[in-house]
């Protein structure tokens, strides 16, 4: 059942097959049985799954269900859910229940989705490699001395190894694709604005965007057509119309122009990565798409842009977090600096503390002009290098990470070590766009993923892109071993 | 970064940070920052800032209620509270 795609499972719930009951077993039964090899869960919400499938049955047999009725997925940690545990991979929420949902989590409720869990995460969504949760680093299902990627580790090694159909998750700097090629799975990052940002736990609210990872771009447009929606909770939220992500799937690619960077093969990108990419990319040519050069002259400031634009945000964002109203509260506070004080040093981790005071100081007297001011300007011009690109070609193709997977600790003494495993994924959350990772091969028994990255709102067109490679390549079809 | 630099930061972002940690947490920082400073040579001169990837605005709706008051649910979650207070240290002496 486990290697059923969701579109599969959708048909056979109505053919009887099975139940939504005996599909929910099924993933709650390898959760427990094979979680313990990746940590992929923070918490598993058996009862509630069950009760969800119970009356997903009941919505099936009475006919007239949504498409996802009955479907199990997963949400990432950083998703507010009522009465169950939202930790946000940190100690400071540890006992944090909500008391609402966010409305993606409403979105799928709505439509008859049963919850598995909730999924582990780097710290507030920050990092490349998922090893700086409280609850203990995930493991890459494809090689467990090596990360699963960041900071949407769990949601993407519980999709590979399959305990999971498919799971909900966050990019704020490429934190669905980087793990979604490093894990051989299907990622998607929606332009900025398409999907909801509320009872999603900000970090950096300029670029925080949900997504999804599923093992095909059909499960992808499947779910996103739930996930999508105009919140009017959500200011940031555009209202554009949102298409039937399903319907134009089966397109032809003839004449479509594909861009592929020239900065984004440069020094730093392993070689197996380039020759896989460059692969799937004559692929597509096979499939009638033509391949054009194209220059993002300003890339190398994106990633100093963002560290600076991030920190920011998120030392502004993780303020609430004091002890007084929600999370954890130091013991014996003396007084009110000492409650502020030892509650956030004592609730949160190394790397989200190095993260706010570098926030703090980009946008301190005498220095927000010459960082944060400075940064948002870069971020102009490096969009404007992608509306210019757009201008002569529909869709740009590249590495999403710069190589497979690392081992543990391999990057976390050197935080811009790190930092740069984000290199190819950033100027996208800097410009808003939309961006996805499919897997197109393995480099040394580990997987490897191509980024596609589109013009504002154009998800069913990358959609499209992506279903047609699957549907003449078998990368998204390879599991990790013993799976 | 100097000590008393950090130790200045850190109250900002009302974190403690231990005399012991200090001089790590001020060399990673300056990695950061060296990394940042990347920006300095980048001329910016004519550019708008951009503080939202498609430079929207704040949109506005009508000013009346729509939200239930539900205080009750979020004192629930709070660590200490009275009368419908959250309650802190003394800060008043």
């Known amino acids: 059942m486990h290697n059923l795609t969701i579109a599969q499972m959708i048909r056979e719930l109505r053919q009887k097959t099975f139940s939504s009951v005996e599909l929910t077993e099924h993933f709650l039964a390898r959760i427990e049985r094979l979680d313990s090899n990746y940590n992929s869960f923070v918490t598993v919400t058996r009862e509630q799954a069950l009760q969800q499938a119970r009356q997903a049955d009941a919505r099936l047999a009475a006919g007239n269900a949504p498409a996802l009725c009955g479907i199990p997925l997963a949400h990432k940690d950083i998703f507010c859910t009522t009465g169950v545990r939202t930790s946000c991979g940190s100690k400071m929420l540890d006992n944090f229940v909500p008391p609402y949902d966010a409305t993606i989590v409403e979105n799928y409720l709505r439509d008859g989705v049963v919850m598995l869990g909730k999924t582990n995460m780097d710290e507030f969504a920050m990092g490349s490699s998922n090893e700086t949760s409280y609850y203990g680093p995930v493991k890459n299902p494809w090689a467990l001395n090596c990360v699963p990627g960041g900071s949407s580790g769990g949601s993407a090694a519980s999709v590979a190894a399959r305990i999971t159909p498919a799971a909900t998750a966050s990019d704020t700097g490429g934190s669905i694709r980087q793990p979604a090629s490093l894990c051989g799975i299907t990622g998607i990052k929606p332009t900025y604005g398409r999907v909801s940002r509320w009872g999603m736990i900000a970090f950096a609210s300029s670029l925080d965007q949900a997504g999804l990872m599923t093992r095909t771009a059909e499960d992808a447009a499947l779910l996103l057509n739930t996930m999508a929606s105009f919140d009017a909770k959500d200011s940031t939220c555009v209202d554009e119309p949102i298409p039937d992500y399903t319907a134009t799937l089966n397109e032809s690619l003839s004449g479509l122009r594909i861009g592929v960077p020239k900065e984004y093969f440069g020094e730093g990108l392993n070689e197996g990565t380039a020759r896989a990419v460059e692969d799937a990319i004559k692929t597509f040519e096979k499939l009638g798409a033509s391949v054009h050069s194209v220059s993002l002259p300003h890339s190398h400031i994106a990633v100093p842009a963002y560290y600076v634009i991030a920190p920011a945000e998120c030392s502004a964002n993780l303020s609430r977090f004091d002890g007084v109203r929600y999370g954890y509260r130091c013991a014996n506070p003396q007084s009110l600096e000492d409650l502020y004080k030892r509650s956030r040093s004592e609730g949160f981790g190394e790397e989200v503390k190095r993260r706010i005071m570098v926030g703090c100081y980009a946008l301190s007297a005498g220095y927000y002009d010459a960082y944060y001011a400075k940064a948002q300007k870069a971020r102009r011009l490096i969009k404007q290098d992608f509306v210019d690109a757009f201008k002569t070609v529909d869709v740009i193709m590249g590495p999403t990470a710069p190589s497979p997977a690392f081992e543990f600790g391999a990057k976390s003494k050197d935080p811009v070590a790190m930092y740069l495993e984000d290199i190819y994924t950033i100027a996208t959350n800097l410009a808003g766009l939309p961006g996805m990772s499919i897997p197109c091969g393995l480099v040394d028994g580990k997987p490897v993923g191509l980024q596609i990255i589109g013009n504002y709102f154009a998800e069913a067109r990358m959609l499209n892109i992506a279903h047609q490679f699957q549907q003449n390549t078998q990368f998204h079809d390879l599991a990790p071993a013993g799976i | ?93």
């Open chain 2, 1 to 93: 970064m100097d000590r008393s630099e950090i130790e200045k930061l850190a109250h900002l972002a009302r974190l403690e940070i231990r005399p012991e940690e200090i001089d790590e947490v001020a060399t990673r920082i300056s990695n950061v920052l060296a990394l940042v400073d990347q920006l300095q040579a980048l001329d910016t001169g004519n550019v708008a800032p951009m503080a939202h990837p498609l430079d929207a605005v704040q949109r506005l709706r009508a000013d009346e209620v729509t939200e239930p008051n539900r205080r009750d649910e979020f004192l629930a979650i709070a660590p200490a509270t009275e009368n419908g207070l959250y309650l802190v240290p003394k800060v008043i002496d």
